[in-house]
């Protein structure tokens, strides 16, 4: 393992099947949790299931949620680029990796939650006791990942997009299922946060998951603490 690299996935789907308007990678739940973690000294390589281009939530990128470092990074051609020819996740090694961070935005429910090697790649990464993190929309790439042959979410604590967010995002009737039931139904104890749309990250163990587009700053923070030895993990 070469050591102070995370790998970052994202979306390889940028509409939802039933409606017609796009969806794709939230780009501030990237940028956020890029910053803590380069600041921090690691490096991070962007993937994704089919590689290549990541499609953008283009409600991802209006007035407000391109405030502060994402506005930077979005008029920053350098980092777009990496957006442009991500990996795919076959030529991906778990073993090249200190944690994995599983991006969100919608277009993570239709292919986050159905893709073989994404499973594969997160049991790989918590077998070796490494850490596993997700945010928003991305835990559906841990739903169908196992350890030991067992669920990794049996058991865990857990958080994620919550139906009553999609309602207030007017969503319920475009995403393919209900994040937040799926997390029970794998045998994960789910938690959110009081309000809806405020910040809420979970920590259990060398598994790391916020609830929504608002805690991915606090995610990179306690992968972070967990990859320098600062959390116990419970």
């Known amino acids: 393992m ?4 995370v790998l970052a996935v994202a979306t390889s789907v940028g509409e939802y ?23 921090a000294g690691y490096e991070i390589d962007l993937a994704t299931p089919m590689g290549g281009d990541v499609p953008l939530d283009p409600e991802s990128l209006t007035p407000i949620t391109l405030a502060g470092s994402t506005r930077k990074h979005y008029q920053d051609r350098s980092f777009m680029d990496h957006l442009r020819d991500t990996r795919n996740l076959d030529d991906v090694v778990a073993d090249d990796y200190d944690a994995i961070y599983l991006t969100g935005g919608h277009g993570t429910m239709f292919d986050f939650a159905v893709d073989e090697r994404l499973a594969e790649l997160v049991g790989e990464v918590a077998q070796a006791q490494r850490v596993v993190s997700a945010v928003c929309h ?5 739903l169908n990942a196992k350890v030991d042959g067992q ?9 994620g997009f919550s139906m009553l967010e999609e309602k207030l995002a ?3 009737d475009a995403v393919p299922f209900s994040l937040e039931d799926r997390l029970r ?4 104890t789910y938690e959110k946060a009081p309000l809806p749309m405020t910040p809420h990250v979970v920590v259990d163990g060398r598994l ?3 609830q929504n587009p608002v805690s991915a700053k606090a995610v990179g923070r306690a992968v972070v603490e ?6 116990d993990g419970k």
Not at 2 to 5: A, K, L, M, P, V
Not at 24 to 33: I, P, Q, R, V
Request: proline letters at 4%; hydrophobic letters at 35%; zero cysteines.
């Open 151 to 159: 669920p990794l979410l049996a058991g865990k604590k857990v958080t």
């Open 138 to 142: 991305g835990p559906a790439g841990l």
């Open 185 to 188: 139904d794998a045998g994960a």
């Open 17 to 39: 099947k039933k409606v017609g308007y796009r969806t794709g990678l939230w780009l501030s739940e990237l940028t956020h949790f890029w910053d803590v973690l380069t600041e």
């Open 226 to 231: 967990l990859l320098e030895g600062n959390h």
């Open 170 to 172: 007017q969503r319920v």
């Open 2 to 5: 070469q050591g102070r690299r």
């Open 208 to 210: 790391v998951t916020g």
